[in-house]
């Protein structure tokens, strides 16, 4: 039987939600494409403010990595956006030319973010806050810059201020409005978010009309209506959302504020079906997560039963917001302003720094704000949508925190079944209770595999953990973290069973482990693969599949899609043979443009996939490993050859370091430098490993990061002799590669160990020598990995060229 197609416009949360939901209900019934814009697989945008506020990385916020499209035979095209839909004939075409045919189309193309039309806006350092490359734009003009202004006090704008303030930019939030967030706050709760966030370095310029944005070609400052301005650097404009709708324009569907649908989330045209911020449904377009995913379930019930018309579909939603905004739990619902028919009740605790208010109509709660203590936010949701009647309920029943005595009973066991925990995906404790009886859970997160629980914005996680340990009887907390959803084995666990066991590949493990899903995930995958190749040095074969695709392409894939290489520079010198290759590469593939890296090496950008063997062939260089988590690069100055402060060799010292570690694998990516004096040109108190040269001896100091989490590192020891620094490195490094999670930085894995624990393994004699021996035994056989791809067909065929895609007309 042939299957329908489904085309899903949209690589977002919305869209993809609805393909869960879909494949959940019937895994075999579709052949199924998505086109995306972003050159990423689907991500958490709620958790971009974690991202540049240093809490989690991009992999991190990966919600289906590229093996989950796989798994369930998906179609992905990833940086090309649909250009062309004809209803007609029902095809769309992409902007790199790609023509398929659907059955049902769905169009999840979310919104654009809102810039004013201010002059200078066009500036350079005027952007928005909506995607990953405007958060990497973001880190890195801070590492240039120090003046930034947010223009929006939003929830947007002050998580964008709270992740400039961490990368140690001076910021101002500009509002026009008297309070902040005021669509999700009344004036009171607004008031004392921003005596808090005063409290944590954020100033703010309220009541203010921007009039233009001012400098030559890149933004300087911003000029307001009443005369005065401010110094910026950087200008992040926060200001509000629009739905994207000009491809459904385009294609002759019905549009208002959005694209209109009826309750099946059907458009104005046949088969093509709209969700998300780009959906208008009874007149209201939803930002929020907890809509968007009630729409996809709709949706999903509605193609796949077999009487559509029998469900009820999508009704509506209540809005309501849960938020934790720079450390402060902030939840709004409903109509919270007063009006005229209406009461409250309110608490207000300045000590304490509390706000509660709720508000009533004719006896039923119709809003609420919590500021500080969102503990009942779930039982007021409940009863705005129960609507139920509170006339004799006491102040203590509607707000159960409020009850001081000892016999106050927590939140989550005073909670019905049937009420919800996690808004954004809808899951009530009665789910949550059932899993974790059902299918044993132990921790958070096999709740969120298991449930969705706590998926999205993460603010339900605390309610999560509490209702765990009331079910299981055990703290949450103290339980131990599984690598994944996959298994509830933590890291060390696997380790340890991998060398007892002698597990040799990747599926082994997940098959004699017991692994609760068939191919692993993008977190254990990786991770297994580290663990083998640590356990088993010279015997285990890597498994490109189970790597990043940086790593698995040897080389760094761009936001355009193309992709970056950077050749190996030993301690940052070249010559000019090296140099003339690189120019003549750059000139031959049309390098659109070359940057000399923080690592002093050069970087070649814009250089399509099917480029990178030649590239590599006419380079003749080594591979600078800047893709992978490995041993990266040293940096060093110049030393004692030509600076008149340079104590040492840093150049000599540096070159022999980055050879002899040339290709290593590491739980995470590794930095290293070598400054000849304490004047530390070569930055070697921001590194992994940073050595120093005094007077006669070497400095070395370890769990440096430069990155957006900025650590200097501890020193270490102090050494006379250039051996005895690589002798330190070798027993470090190793120690690190076996006792560290796998994507644990250096500087993460000192904090958890601690210096002092390090310090003492590193002092035995014996320890010492038999880390040293494992390390030599590592870097024995390293090849380089462009060499390998060049002497494999079969690797250039699979990995590299350009596949040809069949046009259906």
Same mark, same amino acid.
């Given at each position: 039987?042939?299957?329908?197609?489904?085309?899903?416009?949209?690589?977002?949360?919305?869209?993809?939600?609805?393909?869960?939901?879909?494949?959940?209900?019937?895994? &075999?019934?579709?052949?199924?494409?998505?086109?995306?814009?972003?050159?990423?697989?689907?991500?958490?945008?709620?958790?971009?403010?974690?991202?540049?506020?240093?809490?989690?990385?991009?992999?991190?916020?990966?919600?289906?990595?590229?093996?989950?499209?796989?798994?369930?035979?998906?179609?992905?095209?990833?940086?090309?956006?649909?250009?062309?839909?004809?209803?007609?004939?029902?095809?769309?075409?992409?902007?790199?030319?790609?023509?398929?045919?659907?059955? &049902?189309?769905?169009?999840?193309?979310?919104?654009?973010?809102?810039?004013?039309?201010?002059?200078?806006?066009?500036?350079?350092?005027?952007?928005?806050?909506?995607?990953?490359?405007?958060?990497?734009?973001?880190?890195?003009?801070?590492?240039?810059?120090?003046?930034?202004?947010?223009?929006?006090?939003?929830?947007?704008?002050?998580?964008?201020?709270?992740?400039?303030?961490?990368?140690?930019?001076?910021?101002?939030?500009? &509002?026009?409005?008297?309070?902040?967030?005021?669509?999700?706050?009344?004036?009171?709760?607004?008031?004392?978010?921003?005596?808090?966030?005063?409290?944590?370095?954020?100033?703010?310029?309220?009541?203010?009309?921007?009039?233009?944005?001012?400098?030559?070609?890149?933004?300087?400052?911003?000029?307001?209506?009443?005369?005065?301005?401010?110094?910026?650097?950087?200008?992040?404009?926060?200001?509000?959302?629009?739905?994207?709708?000009?491809?459904?324009?385009?294609?002759?569907?019905?549009?208002?504020?959005?694209?209109?649908?009826?309750?099946?989330?059907?458009?104005?045209?046949?088969?093509?079906?709209?969700?998300?911020?780009?959906?208008?449904?009874?007149?209201?377009?939803?930002?929020?997560?907890?809509?968007?995913?009630?729409?996809?379930?709709?949706?999903?019930?509605?193609?796949?039963?077999?009487?559509?018309?029998?469900?009820?579909?999508?009704?509506?939603?209540?809005?309501?917001? +849960?938020?934790?905004?720079?450390?402060?739990?902030?939840?709004?619902?409903?109509?919270?302003?007063?009006?005229?028919?209406?009461?409250?009740?309110?608490?207000?605790?300045?000590?304490?720094?509390? =706000?509660?208010?709720?508000?009533?109509?004719?006896?039923?709660?119709?809003?609420?704000?919590?500021?500080?203590?969102?503990?009942?936010?779930?039982?007021?949701?409940?009863?705005?949508?129960?609507?139920?009647?509170?006339?004799?309920?006491?102040?203590?029943?509607?707000?159960?925190?409020?009850?001081?005595?000892?016999?106050?009973?927590?939140?989550?066991?005073?909670?019905?079944?049937?009420?919800?925990?996690?808004?954004?995906?809808?899951?009530?404790?009665?789910?949550?209770?059932?899993?974790?009886?059902?299918?044993?859970?132990?921790?958070?997160?096999?709740?969120?595999?298991?449930?969705?629980?706590?998926?999205?914005?993460?603010?339900?996680?605390?309610?999560?953990?509490?209702?765990?340990?009331?079910?299981?009887?055990?703290?949450?907390?103290?339980?131990?973290?599984?690598?994944?959803?996959?298994?509830?084995?933590?890291?060390?666990?696997?380790?340890?069973?991998?060398?007892?066991?002698?597990?040799?590949?990747?599926?082994?493990?997940?098959?004699?482990?017991?692994?609760?899903?068939?191919?692993?995930?993008?977190?254990?995958?990786?991770?297994?693969?580290?663990?083998?190749?640590?356990?088993?040095?010279?015997?285990?074969?890597?498994?490109?599949?189970?790597?990043?695709?940086?790593?698995?392409?040897?080389?760094?894939?761009?936001?355009?899609?193309? =992709?970056?290489?950077?050749?190996?520079?030993?301690?940052?010198?070249?010559?000019?043979?090296?140099?003339?290759?690189?120019?003549?590469?750059?000139?031959?593939?049309?390098?659109?443009?070359?940057?000399?890296?923080?690592?002093?090496?050069?970087?070649?950008?814009?250089?399509?996939?099917?480029?990178?063997?030649?590239?590599?062939?006419?380079?003749?260089?080594?591979?600078?490993?800047?893709?992978?988590?490995?041993?990266?690069?040293?940096?060093?100055?110049?030393?004692?050859?030509?600076?008149?402060?340079?104590?040492?060799?840093?150049?000599?010292?540096?070159?022999?370091?980055?050879?002899?570690?040339?290709?290593?694998?590491?739980?995470?990516?590794?930095?290293?430098?070598?400054?000849?004096?304490?004047?530390?040109?070569?930055?070697?108190?921001?590194?992994?490993?940073?050595?120093?040269?005094?007077?006669?001896?070497?400095?070395?100091?370890?769990?440096?990061?430069?990155?957006?989490?900025?650590?200097?590192?501890?020193?270490?020891?102090?050494?006379?002799?250039?051996?005895?620094?690589?002798?330190?490195?070798?027993?470090?490094?190793?120690?690190?590669?076996?006792?560290?999670?796998?994507?644990?930085?250096?500087?993460?894995?000192?904090?958890?160990?601690?210096?002092?624990?390090?310090?003492?393994?590193?002092?035995?004699?014996?320890?010492?020598? +038999?880390?040293?021996?494992?390390?030599?035994?590592?870097?024995?056989?390293?090849?380089?990995?462009?060499?390998?791809?060049?002497?494999?067909?079969?690797?250039?065929?699979?990995?590299?060229?350009?596949?040809?895609?069949?046009?259906?007309?």
């Amino acid at each position: 039987m042939l299957k329908q197609k489904i085309i899903l416009i949209g690589n977002g949360m919305a869209g993809i939600r609805t393909l869960e939901e879909i494949i959940k209900k019937d895994p &075999h019934k579709f052949e199924i494409t998505v086109f995306g814009e972003e050159p990423h697989p689907n991500y958490n945008r709620i958790l971009l403010s974690s991202v540049l506020q240093g809490d989690a990385s991009i992999e991190s916020i990966v919600l289906n990595s590229y093996e989950w499209y796989a798994e369930h035979q998906i179609e992905l095209f990833t940086g090309d956006p649909v250009v062309k839909v004809d209803t007609s004939v029902q095809t769309v075409t992409s902007q790199n030319g790609i023509s398929r045919s659907y059955d &049902h189309l769905i169009f999840a193309t979310g919104s654009n973010p809102f810039m004013l039309p201010l002059p200078g806006a066009d500036k350079e350092g005027v952007i928005a806050f909506r995607n990953i490359q405007d958060c990497e734009t973001m880190i890195d003009t801070a590492k240039h810059y120090k003046k930034a202004a947010v223009i929006g006090g939003g929830l947007l704008g002050l998580e964008a201020a709270r992740g400039l303030l961490n990368l140690n930019m001076e910021v101002e939030v500009i &509002h026009i409005a008297d309070y902040l967030m005021e669509r999700q706050l009344d004036d009171q709760a607004g008031k004392m978010l921003k005596e808090e966030l005063e409290k944590q370095g954020m100033t703010f310029r309220l009541n203010a009309h921007t009039e233009r944005l001012t400098g030559k070609k890149r933004v300087d400052g911003v000029r307001f209506k009443d005369g005065s301005q401010l110094d910026a650097d950087l200008v992040v404009m926060a200001v509000g959302i629009k739905p994207n709708v000009s491809l459904a324009k385009d294609s002759g569907l019905e549009v208002n504020r959005a694209i209109v649908v009826n309750d099946y989330m059907q458009t104005s045209v046949e088969n093509v079906y709209a969700v998300g911020e780009c959906a208008e449904h009874a007149g209201v377009v939803y930002g929020l997560v907890a809509p968007l995913y009630e729409q996809g379930k709709a949706l999903a019930e509605h193609v796949c039963a077999d009487q559509p018309l029998s469900k009820p579909g999508y009704q509506g939603s209540i809005v309501y917001t +849960q938020l934790k905004v720079s450390g402060v739990d902030v939840f709004s619902a409903g109509r919270f302003q007063d009006g005229e028919h209406t009461k409250s009740i309110r608490v207000h605790d300045e000590f304490e720094g509390i =706000f509660k208010k709720v508000v009533v109509e004719n006896n039923k709660v119709i809003g609420a704000v919590l500021f500080g203590d969102t503990s009942d936010s779930p039982r007021l949701l409940t009863m705005m949508r129960n609507e139920q009647d509170i006339s004799k309920m006491s102040k203590v029943a509607i707000l159960p925190s409020e009850n001081e005595s000892d016999e106050r009973e927590s939140v989550v066991v005073a909670m019905a079944d049937s009420e919800t925990i996690c808004g954004c995906n809808g899951v009530t404790k009665g789910d949550i209770v059932k899993a974790i009886n059902d299918q044993g859970l132990t921790t958070v997160d096999q709740v969120k595999a298991c449930t969705n629980a706590s998926r999205s914005c993460g603010g339900c996680k605390p309610l999560v953990a509490e209702l765990l340990t009331h079910a299981t009887g055990e703290e949450a907390s103290n339980q131990k973290e599984p690598i994944c959803g996959c298994t509830d084995l933590s890291h060390e666990e696997v380790t340890a069973e991998i060398k007892d066991k002698g597990l040799n590949y990747v599926r082994e493990v997940m098959n004699v482990l017991g692994w609760s899903t068939e191919n692993g995930c993008s977190k254990c995958r990786p991770a297994l693969n580290y663990y083998l190749g640590l356990n088993q040095p010279i015997e285990y074969k890597d498994d490109s599949t189970s790597k990043f695709v940086n790593e698995r392409l040897h080389a760094n894939i761009q936001n355009d899609g193309t =992709f970056s290489v950077v050749p190996r520079m030993y301690g940052g010198v070249t010559n000019p043979d090296q140099l003339r290759k690189i120019a003549d590469v750059a000139d031959k593939y049309n390098v659109p443009l070359l940057k000399v890296t923080g690592g002093q090496r050069i970087d070649l950008l814009g250089i399509a996939k099917e480029d990178l063997p030649k590239v590599w062939t006419d380079l003749g260089m080594r591979s600078g490993y800047a893709y992978g988590k490995s041993i990266r690069t040293v940096k060093t100055c110049v030393g004692e050859s030509f600076c008149r402060f340079g104590t040492q060799d840093s150049i000599g010292l540096g070159v022999r370091i980055e050879k002899k570690y040339e290709g290593l694998s590491t739980p995470h990516k590794v930095k290293m430098a070598v400054s000849a004096c304490p004047r530390n040109c070569a930055e070697s108190g921001i590194k992994d490993v940073g050595i120093v040269g005094v007077e006669g001896a070497w400095e070395i100091y370890v769990g440096g990061n430069g990155g957006v989490d900025l650590r200097g590192g501890d020193l270490f020891a102090k050494v006379a002799t250039d051996q005895e620094v690589i002798d330190f490195i070798s027993s470090f490094l190793q120690f690190y590669r076996e006792d560290a999670r796998y994507l644990e930085r250096t500087s993460h894995w000192v904090e958890r160990v601690g210096l002092d624990h390090i310090k003492k393994v590193l002092a035995d004699d014996e320890t010492r020598t +038999q880390l040293i021996e494992r390390v030599e035994l590592a870097l024995t056989g390293q090849q380089d990995p462009w060499n390998e791809v060049l002497e494999s067909k079969d690797k250039q065929a699979t990995l590299y060229e350009k596949k040809e895609v069949e046009v259906i007309n």
